[in-house]
């Protein structure tokens, strides 16, 4: 059976959610907390997590933006009492794989977590690449043209996050909060630092850096 972690703040959605779950072959653990729901993620492990936007101690966004920081990359589908374009937005950004509004048809959260169960993760990929720079997750290098290039931590982990993200464009703060994780002493400014530094060091002369520029909306890696 796929175990699921259910963070679900309403109790008769809850034991509802369950009961259907059970029907379906899942086996179903319900937390309200999001405090509670990362440390069960950190002893235990599930297929699948459905969160509540709106939980007590710790919203479901920031679980997952915690959860994503830490590593984590089992699939996550967020849910939401109404629907809120900022909201779906800030949740993807975070590291959400979907979003569901309530109220929503039981077959169509079961349908949706079974695509999400089927889909291949990139946070679960040991190896990401683009153009001709490889990154081994597992052993923390990175080649160009299978030469071994050295990377600080945070050059590493920035270029691993967009690497994850291929296609996606995300600004200096998004980049800021899911990378830094607003470390003392730091600002917006040090993700534009260390963009120009990790181009220095994967790009090839004459050709395009994999780091994409797109003007006024922020960078992207570009991944076909």
């Given amino acids: 059976m796929s175990r699921v972690l259910l ?22 653990e319900i ?6 729901i990362l440390e069960c993620l950190r002893h235990k492990q599930y297929e699948v997590i459905i ?11 920031s679980v997952v933006r915690d959860y994503r920081a830490s590593g984590g990359n089992i699939p996550i589908l967020l849910l939401a009492s109404k629907h809120s374009s900022k909201e779906l937005q800030t949740g993807l950004d975070a590291g959400a794989d979907g979003y569901l509004v309530k109220p929503f048809l039981l077959s169509d959260l079961y349908a949706l977590l079974r695509a999400l169960m089927r889909r291949p993760s990139l946070h679960n990929m040991k190896i990401l690449k683009s153009g001709n720079i490889e990154m081994d997750t597992v052993a923390g290098t990175v080649t160009k043209d299978e030469a071994l290039i050295h990377l600080y931590p945070m050059e590493y982990k920035l270029l691993r996050f967009l690497l994850r993200h291929p296609n996606q464009v995300f600004n200096t703060h998004a980049i800021f909060e899911r990378v830094w994780q607003k470390d003392l002493g730091q600002t917006e400014d040090t993700v534009r630092t260390h963009v120009r530094t990790l181009r220095r060091k994967i790009d090839s002369e004459g050709k395009p850096s994999i780091i994409t520029t797109v003007r006024g909306l922020g960078y992207k890696t570009e991944n076909p």
Avoid: M
């Avoid at 937390?31 to 509670?36: A, D, I, S, V």
């Fill in 51 to 61: 969160l509540e936007i709106a939980l007590a101690g710790l919203d479901g966004i």
């Fill in 31 to 36: 937390e309200n907390n999001g405090l509670r």
């Fill in 7 to 28: 963070g679900e703040s309403q109790e008769d959605l809850a034991i509802a959610l369950r009961e259907g779950f059970t029907a379906e072959h899942f086996t179903v």
